[in-house]
């Protein structure tokens, strides 16, 4: 019987230390969301870079989607400060989006129809996007664009920007 009850009374024992452990609290947390912006230079432009396709393998061995080719972003004096994963979107078929300080950089990409990566200066203003086309694409130009000096086009003719409007 004294068996019994010292069984009974360590079985006890553990069942309600076991509840404890168990017991799941309710923690109370501040919300979590996007990280704050990486510059404390000043307003954020936003830079879109539409580099060569290029077609990657997915896991498995099989030729994929095209992808946008990776590229570099260089401050005005010519040191790399981003190296950039050119791919977005579902399928990995959009180019990123990167947000910098409003200033000069460059771009450093694969161009479709030339064999050497080409550098495109480019220029961020706060709260617009400059984008810059180098796969080729010309749907982007619409019927009404303007072929006139507000374009930036490469020796071959290749149109990849609006002309950066410069400010005194």
């Known amino acids: 019987m004294k068996h019994i009850c010292s069984f009974a009374l360590v079985t006890l024992v553990l069942l309600l230390s076991g509840c404890t452990y168990f017991k799941h609290d309710t923690v109370a947390l501040d919300p979590v969301g996007p990280p ?15 580099t ?4 990657q393998p997915n896991p498995i061995g099989i030729e994929g989607y095209p992808i946008h080719t990776d590229y570099q ?13 050119n791919s977005a979107g579902t ?31 480019v220029i961020l203003v706060a709260n617009e996007t400059t984008t810059v086309h180098l796969d080729g694409d010309k749907s982007w ?10 374009i930036v086009s490469l020796p071959n003719g290749q149109i990849v920007g609006w002309r950066a409007v410069k400010t005194n």
């Not at 060569?52 to 077609?55: E, G, N, P």
Request: no cysteine; glycine share 12%.
């Open 52 to 55: 060569a396709l290029d077609k």
């Open 141 to 150: 130009i619409g019927s009404t664009f303007n072929q006139g000096n507000g």
């Open 36 to 50: 704050p912006p990486a510059d404390t230079k000043g307003p954020a432009g936003t830079l879109v870079v539409y």
């Open 73 to 85: 972003i260089l401050d005005a004096s010519g040191k790399v400060i981003y190296v950039v994963h």
């Open 91 to 121: 399928f990995g078929e959009l180019p990123a989006t990167i947000r910098l300080p409003e200033g000069a950089y460059q771009v450093h990409a694969h161009v479709k129809g030339f064999r050497k990566q080409l550098t495109v200066p």
